[in-house]
């Protein structure tokens, strides 16, 4: 069985991809004791002796007092709510953020589509129409239910499939203060669903249906190949308003001026509908021609923002030489949703070695609709103000996607430490060797096997790992005592993630105790008021951002949270390791290429202590890599 038709469903089994959500069980609550006492751990890294017996004695008073009453009321809620912090994670963490999607917020994702296709001029339309065909087919696997349920390593717990609900036809609504989430998906059982994508191309939006309207057959690829060439002749002959321009800037200046364009004409908020139900959206970029996955990156999120709706789900761009990537807002789903989707299509064109070989067949379709605005003085002053502003904001963030080859899973489990917490260990070494201090860091915990679950945080610098970084520095302590403080610091990091994944981390707990107490209109709870709270990440502090985006290739990653911080995103492969990697340009701390090349030592680093602790050769290792 290929690895396509491993994750689809048999049409004649009772198994579909959403009829076990409603039974998942619902989110714990961890007591109060067992996560104020995670959070110290976490904290004691970060802070001196003093400090900490400061916090210490905060987080007594906090339990027996405010943290008491706000924990009873966080209970009252887990009572009747199957997943308690849902509603205010989605709120807080995405649609009151006021920052522009791009860059700061959407998620930007590539494949290594080099290993069957050949770049070069002239190739964007046949990639992108194969491109497109295998979306199409993933959103119908959704339609009939027909994907396979994301299970647990060892197939006994299924995981919510909910965030799969606003893959597609979802979009984000601009309003003042909180944005909204639209969701047009439906499955074939609940009815119909809008069958259009949108394509932009120099400034102009078209409308694209994506079914034979006869037969309600999917355009097959040499059809999107008719299309997506009569829209980059059409769109060549003139630019186009560049609406999309107003998605990119900040929600609340956006907000304003998407009520005004929908309000002047009835054919504005018609067009408005159209863009926010599709099923996704491409853009196609003939005239830029990235050489490198890290230049496709860069290009996606910094490149012509005229051709870029911010707020859309899924946002393919393609570029002249057939390079592309995939841009998503984080607010209706995690990186792992995107992740998926991107993986069957990439999978779909290895096992095709990237060639259409079905039917040559090009049917007479209706010719794609070019979405005309109404625009009065007031917006066209806007486009104008927001095309200087972004000029500035889009190139804030800087992405690079590279590979370590030396090694990869297969050596990390030979040597049983699991492959997560091995990188996890590189990136903590890492920071510390380049910038001499300790790194507050999040890492995604997925709380998808209990109902509506999204994610939980993982603080993997804990004591037992800062002891490991300071042995491998030390030049006195031999290779057998590194390694097995490696070993008691890689148990605890499993021991963290094991707890996480079952609702028992402390972040989300923190979390809702603030906003439960937000709600009630009580004081801030003087937990979130110590210098510590903040040192230890809290607060959107984390200096290392970091996730796990599966063991395929296919990957990518967000911004990172703090000016001098990073972005880590990972995929790890059996010989191999993948990373993109994100700082903020006006850092005057971080270098992402800098940061990688020093990661790579620290593999060779550890991969040399390993080796010699085993009783191999002393010589260096390095070499033979």
Same mark, same amino acid.
């Given at each position: 069985?290929?690895?396509?038709?491993?994750?689809?469903?048999?049409?004649?089994?009772?198994?579909?991809t959403?009829?076990?959500?409603k039974?998942l069980?619902?989110?714990?609550?961890?007591t109060?004791?067992h996560?104020?006492?995670r959070?110290?751990?976490s904290?004691?890294?970060?802070?001196?002796?003093?400090e900490?017996e400061?916090t210490?004695?905060i987080?007594?008073?906090?339990?027996? @007092?405010?943290g008491?009453?706000?924990?009873?009321?966080?209970?009252?809620k887990?009572?009747?709510?199957?997943n308690?912090v849902?509603?205010?994670?989605?709120?807080?963490?995405?649609?009151?953020?006021r920052?522009p999607?791009?860059?700061?917020? =959407?998620?930007i994702?590539?494949s290594?589509?080099?290993?069957?296709w050949?770049?070069?001029?002239?190739r964007?339309?046949k990639?992108a129409?194969?491109?497109?065909?295998?979306?199409?087919e993933?959103?119908?696997?959704l339609?009939?239910?027909?994907?396979?349920?994301?299970? @647990?390593?060892?197939g006994?717990i299924?995981f919510s499939m909910?965030?799969?609900?606003r893959l597609?036809n979802?979009?984000?609504?601009?309003?003042?203060?909180?944005?909204?989430?639209?969701?047009?998906?439906?499955?074939?059982k609940?009815?119909? +669903?809008?069958?259009h994508?949108?394509?932009?191309?120099?400034?102009?939006?078209?409308?694209?249906?994506?079914?034979?309207?006869?037969?309600?057959s999917?355009?097959?690829?040499?059809?999107w190949?008719?299309?997506?060439q009569?829209?980059?002749?059409?769109?060549?002959q003139?630019?186009?308003?560049?609406i999309?321009?107003l998605? +990119?800037d900040?929600?609340?200046?956006w907000?304003?001026?998407?009520?005004?364009?929908?309000?002047?004409?009835?054919e504005?908020?018609?067009?408005?509908?159209?863009?926010?139900?599709s099923?996704c959206m491409?853009?196609?970029?003939?005239d830029?021609?990235?050489?490198?996955a890290s230049?496709v990156?860069?290009?996606?999120?910094?490149?012509?923002?005229?051709n870029?709706?911010?707020?859309?789900s899924?946002?393919?761009?393609?570029?002249?030489?057939?390079?592309?990537a995939?841009l998503?807002?984080?607010?209706?789903f995690?990186?792992?949703?995107?992740?998926t989707?991107?993986?069957?299509?990439?999978?779909?064109?290895?096992?095709?070695?990237?060639?259409?070989?079905g039917? =040559?067949?090009v049917?007479t379709?209706?010719?794609?609709?070019?979405?005309?605005?109404?625009?009065?003085?007031?917006?066209?002053?806007?486009?104008h103000?927001a095309?200087?502003?972004?000029?500035?904001?889009? @190139?804030?963030?800087?992405?690079?996607?590279e590979?370590? =080859?030396s090694?990869?899973?297969?050596?990390?489990?030979?040597?049983?430490i699991?492959?997560?917490?091995?990188?996890q260990m590189a990136?903590q070494?890492?920071y510390?060797r380049?910038?001499?201090?300790?790194a507050p860091?999040?890492?995604?915990?997925?709380t998808?096997?209990?109902?509506?679950?999204?994610?939980?945080?993982?603080r993997?610098?804990?004591t037992?790992?800062v002891?490991w970084i300071?042995?491998?520095?030390?030049k006195g302590?031999?290779?057998e005592?590194?390694?097995?403080?490696?070993?008691?610091?890689?148990?605890?990091?499993?021991?963290?993630?094991?707890?996480?994944?079952?609702?028992?981390?402390?972040?989300r707990h923190?979390?809702?105790?603030?906003?439960?107490?937000?709600e009630?209109?009580?004081p801030?709870?003087?937990?979130?008021?110590?210098?510590?709270y903040v040192?230890?990440?809290g607060?959107?502090?984390?200096?290392l951002?970091t996730s796990?985006?599966?063991y395929?290739?296919?990957?990518?990653?967000?911004?990172?949270? +703090?000016?001098?911080g990073?972005?880590v995103?990972y995929?790890i492969?059996?010989?191999?390791?993948?990373?993109?990697?994100?700082?903020?340009?006006?850092?005057?701390?971080?270098?992402?290429?800098?940061?990688f090349?020093?990661?790579c030592?620290?593999?060779?680093s550890?991969?040399?202590v390993?080796e010699?602790?085993k009783?191999?050769?002393s010589?260096?290792q390095?070499?033979?890599?």
């Open positions: 069985m290929s690895l396509v038709d491993a994750m689809r469903l048999p049409e004649e089994g009772n198994m579909r959403f009829s076990e959500d039974n069980p619902p989110l714990p609550l961890p109060l004791s996560t104020l006492q959070y110290l751990d904290v004691t890294p970060f802070v001196s002796p003093s900490l400061n210490k004695n987080l007594e008073q906090f339990q027996n @007092s405010e008491k009453i706000l924990h009873e009321k966080l209970q009252m887990a009572a009747t709510h199957k308690w849902e509603k205010w994670w989605e709120d807080k963490a995405y649609l009151e953020n920052l999607l791009l860059p700061f917020c =959407s998620m994702g590539v290594p589509l080099e290993n069957f050949k770049f070069g001029p002239g964007m339309v990639y129409s194969l491109w497109m065909y295998y979306t199409i993933m959103w119908k696997l339609r009939s239910e027909l994907l396979v349920p994301t299970q @647990s390593a060892d006994k299924i909910d965030q799969f609900r597609f979802c979009c984000r609504i601009p309003l003042s203060q909180k944005d909204r989430l639209d969701i047009h998906f439906k499955t074939e609940e009815g119909s +669903c809008p069958m994508v949108v394509v932009a191309c120099n400034g102009h939006m078209y409308i694209v249906d994506a079914l034979d309207e006869t037969t309600g999917i355009l097959n690829p040499l059809e190949e008719q299309h997506f009569f829209i980059l002749d059409d769109a060549s003139t630019s186009g308003q560049g999309s321009l998605s +990119c900040d929600r609340e200046t907000a304003k001026n998407y009520r005004h364009l929908r309000k002047i004409s009835g504005n908020a018609h067009n408005l509908d159209l863009i926010e139900s099923i491409m853009t196609l970029e003939p830029i021609e990235p050489q490198s230049e990156t860069m290009a996606s999120i910094s490149g012509d923002y005229k870029l709706w911010a707020d859309k899924v946002h393919v761009v393609f570029f002249g030489n057939g390079r592309c995939g998503a807002d984080h607010t209706a995690d990186g792992m949703i995107s992740i989707n991107s993986f069957y299509i990439y999978q779909s064109l290895v096992e095709s070695g990237g060639v259409w070989s039917p =040559s067949t049917r379709l209706s010719k794609p609709r070019n979405l005309t605005f109404v625009l009065d003085s007031t917006l066209t002053k806007e486009l103000s095309d200087l502003r972004l000029i500035t904001s889009k @190139s804030k963030v800087i992405i690079v996607r590979k370590f =080859s090694y990869g899973k297969a050596y990390t489990v030979k040597n049983r699991h492959p997560d917490t091995f990188v990136l070494l890492t510390f380049m910038h001499k201090k300790l860091c999040y890492e995604t915990a997925t998808r096997a209990f109902f509506n679950g999204r994610t939980e945080t993982l993997p610098c804990t037992q790992l002891e300071r042995a491998m520095l030390e302590i031999n290779a005592e590194k390694v097995r403080l490696l070993r008691i610091a890689a148990q605890r990091h499993d021991d963290l993630m094991k707890e996480a994944r079952e609702g028992y981390g402390c972040d923190l979390f809702g105790l603030y906003c439960i107490a937000e009630n209109q009580m801030l709870p003087s937990i979130f008021k110590d210098p510590s040192k230890s990440g607060n959107g502090n984390f200096v951002s796990l985006v599966g395929t290739p296919v990957g990518g990653g967000v911004a990172p949270m +703090c000016l001098d990073y972005g995103f995929n492969c059996p010989d191999s390791f993948y990373f993109t990697i994100s700082v903020m340009r006006d850092s005057a701390e971080t270098s992402a290429t800098k940061f090349q020093n990661l030592e620290t593999f060779y550890m991969y040399n390993i010699m602790a009783g191999s050769s010589t260096n390095k070499s033979h890599l």
